[in-house]
C-alpha cells in the first residue's frame, strides 16, 4: 500500500517473544521470531500511518517507526498500556510469555544433583486488559495454536473483546518467512487466506484493519 490508506492513524503494534527472567544468565521464552510484528509495522507505516513497535525481538529498526526495546512481559504491559489512550489501533502480534519465574535471583544459581523445581506464576495477559480498557480502539490479537484452532480463536476473539483474530497453526509459523492464517473478525465473517509471505500476510492485515477503520467511523 503505496497509497496513504492509514494516514493519520496511530498504530501500536507489538512483536516478537518476551523473556522472563530466571537469573543473571537464563530465561524462559519462545519460538516468536518478531517478523509478522515487524512486517506490519513496516506495512503500516508505508500507508501513512503513526507507528510505534513495541518489541521483544531485535531485528533492524525500520525506518519511521517508533521503535521501544522491551524484555518482559511485564515491561511490554507497561509500554502497551500508557500509550493506549492515544491509539486508534493495537495490533498485538508479540508471543507473550504467560508464565514466569516467580523468584528471580540475584546471583547464577549452582547446579545440584537433583532435580530442580521453579515455580512460575501468571503474568498478565496486556491484549485482555487492552480490551477490558476499550473506548473505541480497534483491537487485532493473534492465536498460535497447535490444537482445536478454530474454537480457541473464537473464544480468544470473545474473551478479550478484539475486532479481528488471526489464527495460524503454531508448529509451522514461528521463524518462518511464511504463514498460512485466517482471520476471524467480530461480526462473524471468517477470511481464509492462503500460504503467502508474511509480508503480503501483512498487507492483508492492514486491508481488513482499514475496513474496520471505516465501519469504526461511521458508527
Ligand atoms: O497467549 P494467547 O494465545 O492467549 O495470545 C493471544 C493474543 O493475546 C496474542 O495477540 C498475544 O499477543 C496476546 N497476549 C497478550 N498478553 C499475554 C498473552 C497473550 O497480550 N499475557
Known sequence: TGDQTLKGKRILVTAGPTKEALDPIRFFSNQSSGKMGYAIAAAAQRAGA???LVTGAQLGDIKGVTTVHVTSAREMYDEVIRRYNGLD??????????????????SKIKKSDGPMMVKMVRNPDILKELGRQKVKQVLVGFAAETDDLEENALKKLESKHLDLLIANHASDSFGNDTNKV???FANGRKQVLERMPKPQ?????LDALSGLFEMSDSK
Open 50 to 52: 503513526d507507528v510505534t
Open 89 to 106: 489501533a493495537v495490533i498485538k502480534a508479540a508471543a507473550v510469555a504467560d508464565y514466569r519465574p516467580e523468584n528471580v535471583s540475584a
Open 182 to 184: 485466517t482471520f476471524y
Open 201 to 205: 500476510i501483512a498487507e492483508e492485515i
